[in-house]
């Protein structure tokens, strides 16, 4: 499965827009790009996937450059509420017992007052 | 209504015990999985399951067994505590994602809230 780098940590202000990008220069043509977000004391949750160009949904937007070599998570006008750490994980297509999310290291994001 | 529940939310034990944490889901999945998330916060998948197959992780020691008796519930069994299972364990049950569709799609996971598991 491709490996994915983000960075360790961000800060930002309450209402700022915050970009993450994750880099995965190895991802297969069936790889999929998917964002999950866990608060402290609590399992992730899926926030977006995509596979090419651009993905948007109430809570965020995704978008992926034409060689899927990295891809980027936009939450726009951020809140203390979305402190939390943020995993950008690639894999193939399917489900079943044969699919399983590889974790990275994730990027905690820190929102400031 | 919790989709993917937990239980103990909290469990402290002795080394050499046996002990299990209970998953459900109510989503009506097919697939379920158990993670372990240790001090460092890094995710590893331990199992997956659905009515097929089990999937186990090579890492995992045969000490830890996941038990299903039927589609809603994923148990998982540790005998012989260590001191090194403390970690915090999480369930998760999977379908399809509806966002990537026109080409496909990956699996989405529901997590459940984890169970801390300290072993003294």
């Known amino acids: 499965l491709a490996k994915t780098t983000q960075p360790i940590s961000m800060d930002s202000y309450e209402g700022q827009e915050v970009n993450i990008t994750c880099s995965h220069n190895?991802?297969?043509?069936?790889?999929?790009i998917t964002w999950y977000q866990q608060f402290p004391s609590q399992g992730p949750r899926f926030i977006i996937q995509g596979y090419k160009t651009k993905v948007t949904n109430e809570v965020a937007s995704l978008f992926i450059p034409a060689d899927r070599k990295s891809s980027t998570l936009s939450l726009p006008r951020v809140s203390l509420s979305d402190t939390a750490v943020y995993y950008c994980?690639?894999?193939?297509?399917?489900?079943?017992?044969?699919?399983?999310?590889?974790f990275g290291t994730g990027t905690l994001l820190a929102v400031q007052p | 209504d919790t989709a993917v529940s937990q239980t103990p939310k909290y469990l402290v034990t002795q080394m050499g015990n046996d002990k299990s944490i209970k998953c459900e889901q109510n989503?009506?999945?097919?697939?379920m999985y158990w993670y372990k998330q240790d001090s460092k916060k890094f995710l590893k998948i331990m199992f997956s399951?659905?009515?097929?197959?089990?999937?186990i992780n090579e890492t995992v020691p045969n000490r830890f067994s996941p038990k299903s008796p039927d589609k809603a519930h994923l148990n998982l069994h540790i005998n012989s505590l260590e001191l090194g299972d403390s970690a915090v364990y999480f369930c998760?049950?999977?379908?399809?994602?509806?966002?990537?569709?026109?080409?496909?799609?990956?699996?989405?996971?529901?997590f459940g809230p984890g169970t801390r598991l300290l072993v003294l």
């Open positions: 399951y659905n009515n097929k197959e089990l999937i």
């Open positions: 989503l009506g999945h097919d697939t």
């Open positions: 994980l690639v894999g193939p297509r399917g489900g079943g017992a044969t699919n399983k999310l590889i």
């Open positions: 190895n991802i297969a043509t069936n790889d999929y």
């Open positions: 998760a049950s999977g379908t399809k994602s509806t966002e990537a569709r026109g080409w496909g799609s990956q699996e989405t996971q529901y």
